[in-house]
């Protein structure tokens, strides 16, 4: 089930985006993620709309929308690969008309997972906080068959 963000998920929230975020980017030192934690706990998070993937009694992923971008989107290492992240992904559809994000260019998983679900490459930049080569990344909805036949 995916649900809005509760206080009381907190905790299970951030020791996912850590877990994550350290296996997936371990081409960043893992002390920076340890220095972003409040950061993402006081600043990211509460100023995001941010929903869960709970199953049964305890949170397995999660996304954070900030206007049209998505922010965040982090799968419980262990569930990774068993659809939690198409989920989260689909739903954050629902939410916008049109998504972007950013993906480290080395975290190739990702690249490809959200190739898969529909997004493409805007344009590769630098991430100002690791100096590391990420994809800017757009998902916009497809065309109508309206929008498709020339107007005359």
Known sequence: MIRPFQVDDMDSILNIWLDASRIAHD????????????????????NSEVYVYQQQSSVGGFYALHGNTLAALF???????????????????????????TVYKNNHPACQFYLQQGF?????????HTGHSEWLMNCSPLKTVSEMIPKR
């Not at 799968?75 to 994000?101: F, Y």
């Open 27 to 46: 081409f960043v030192e893992s002390s920076f993620w340890h220095a972003q934690l409040a950061t993402m706990r006081d600043v990211y998070l509460p």
């Open 75 to 101: 799968v419980k290492p262990s569930l990774q690969g068993q659809g939690i992240g198409k989920a989260l992904i689909g739903d954050a559809k629902c939410k916008r008309h049109e998504l972007m994000l």
């Open 120 to 128: 493409s490459f805007v344009q590769e930049q630098t991430d100002i």
